[in-house]
């Protein structure tokens, strides 16, 4: 099993993911071809989330 | 316990240990309830009506309170805006990316809204399935099934495209074309519903001459029917392809929920992490988690965004394994997979009867085909019932005496006595999708 120490690194480094995805969507949002790969990489951080931060988090 | 944790799609979540996985389902099970609450006008009409809000539920026996939804309900929920999917929807309706329907086997069909974070969602569901039935970037998988409004094996699809894996369309190709592309590209898996998977055999064999066997296939993965958690069903299959097939279950407005890994337990997970399954007992309501005792499913789907499945009365017959499988997965076995529906299991003569309990006999039966049909009627106050089937070519000569077999199995099964009909090989329907293979003409006053 994964330790401990290592999940949370990993939560830290999706939590910064999701956070420049966010601010790419907000910063692109006039340009349609930016806009819409950043929805689509938040789906994937959200998967990203459900396998692991929210097993840390809980 | 296996050590490996390349067996694993993800090793945090199946080997959580149980309390922590508990933990995780109540925290996971009041964020959903909050987002339905909050977005869904469904949900809060729903829940403010039996007084509830979401800070009520604060532990795992709380979870009872909450009211149940029904096929009906989502029916009658699509007269309302926002069209096609009434205000059940979660989402702004920009928001949805993909349509899908039920089969309608049940009735109307129920239209399902996703967006593209629950089109990742399934397939980040059928990952975990794929891969603890072995899929890796070093398989071919072909996908002989008509891309359109059914989930059908959409998400596998795009699941294998995910794991790595070099997927081959074979959408509009018919059987024989599915067949000879399979072959021509040396393809190594395949997902079809178990009755597809009999027939691809069977044209294989019988219309293009060619053993299935020798075709490579190292894997079938199945769904939409039962067949392939029903031991000799799953087994003609096997035999047919000389490969494991596996079984994994899941519906349109579930989503892909419990799955059989490479260990073949007897029986199929639940991906716990993503779903909560409670069993009620059908006649008291009764939250059943002692192995063994059969009841209906209500389910629970976690992260589910636009359309939010919060235990869903789901019809289907389960029961808790009383083993645990020696994959090292914590994630709770359904012993049998899906054993039935709630409203597949009718009287007949006063027995109740499964179709699951006929297939079971008809498959174990090697001098008959592998279709048949069952059609119960009444005839004045006395229920029939009338089975059709097929005896394989090579058989014909012993008919009498596999009819005899036929019945005495019948009746040790499912006590009950058929009238039996047989048809020339080849004549009963094939299916490619879900079969209907059995008619209860009684409630149309047949």
């Known amino acids: 099993m994964i330790s401990r120490e290592r999940m949370v690194e990993i939560d830290g480094a999706i939590k910064e993911l999701r956070r420049l995805a966010e601010g790419l969507k907000k910063d692109g949002a006039e340009i349609e071809a930016i806009k819409r790969n950043a929805v689509r990489i938040l789906a994937c951080v959200r998967m990203l989330e459900l396998n692991v931060c929210d097993v840390v988090e809980s | ?38 977005k869904s006008p469904f949900y809060r009409r729903l829940y403010k009506d039996a007084g509830l809000e979401p800070g009520d539920i604060k532990s ?40 899908r329907q039920t089969s309608g086997t049940t009735g109307t069909p129920v239209y399902q809204a996703d967006t ?49 894996c070099e997927v081959v369309p074979g959408g509009v190709l018919d059987t024989q074309a599915r067949i000879l592309k399979m072959q021509e590209l040396k393809c190594t898996a395949f997902m079809a519903t178990p009755t597809y998977v009999l027939n691809m055999a069977d044209v294989a064999k019988n219309k293009l001459g060619i053993d299935p066997r020798s075709i490579g296939i190292r894997r079938i993965t199945c769904a939409g029917e039962p067949g392939a958690s029903i031991p000799t069903t799953k087994k003609r299959m096997e035999e047919a392809w000389g490969c494991p097939v596996y079984d994994h279950v899941g519906a349109t407005e579930i989503g892909a929920w419990a799955y059989e890994c ?64 020696e994959c090292g997965r914590t994630f709770r076995v359904i012993d049998g997979g899906v054993i039935g529906r709630a409203d597949d299991i009718t009287k007949v003569k006063g027995v109740l009867l499964a179709p699951s309990a006929i297939e079971e006999v008809v498959r174990g039966i090697k001098e008959l085909g592998d279709e048949f049909e069952v059609i119960v009627t009444k005839r004045g106050d006395v229920d029939e019932i009338l089975l059709k089937v097929e005896i394989r070519p090579e058989s ?50 047949a």
């Not at chain 2, 050590?3 to 996971?28: F, V």
């Open chain 2, 1 to 38: 316990m296996t050590e490996d944790r390349r067996i694993y799609w993800n090793p945090i979540t199946e080997l959580l240990p149980k309390e922590k996985l508990r933990a995780l389902q109540l925290k996971k099970f009041k964020r959903v309830l909050k987002w339905a609450y909050d």
């Open chain 2, 60 to 99: 795992f026996e709380d979870i009872a309170k909450v009211p149940k939804i029904e096929k009906d309900m989502l029916r009658e929920v699509q007269k309302r805006e926002p069209f096609p999917y009434g205000d059940m929807l979660a989402v702004p309706i920009e928001e949805v990316t993909e349509f």
């Open chain 2, 116 to 164: 593209w974070q629950d089109w990742e969602w399934w397939s980040e569901c059928w990952s975990y399935i794929l891969y603890a039935q072995g899929y890796r970037n070093t398989d071919r998988v072909f996908m002989p099934f008509g891309y359109n409004i059914f989930v059908a094996f959409w998400a596998g699809h795009y699941a294998a495209e995910k794991i790595g």
């Open chain 2, 262 to 325: 490479t260990s073949q337990p007897g029986g199929l997970h639940v991906n716990e992490a993503f779903f909560l399954v409670e069993i009620e007992d059908i006649e008291t309501g009764e939250i059943i988690d002692e192995p063994g005792r059969e009841g209906k499913m209500i389910i629970t789907a976690f992260d589910r965004e636009a359309k939010p499945c919060i235990r869903f009365d789901s019809k289907d017959v389960i029961r808790w394994a009383d083993y645990q499988c």
């Open chain 2, 396 to 445: 014909e000569g012993r008919k009498d005496e596999v009819l005899a077999h036929l019945k005495d199995q019948l009746r040790l099964k499912t006590n009950l006595g058929y009238k039996i009909e047989v048809h020339s090989y080849g004549s009963l329907p094939r299916y490619e999708v879900k079969a209907k293979r059995f008619k209860d003409l009684r409630k149309k006053g």
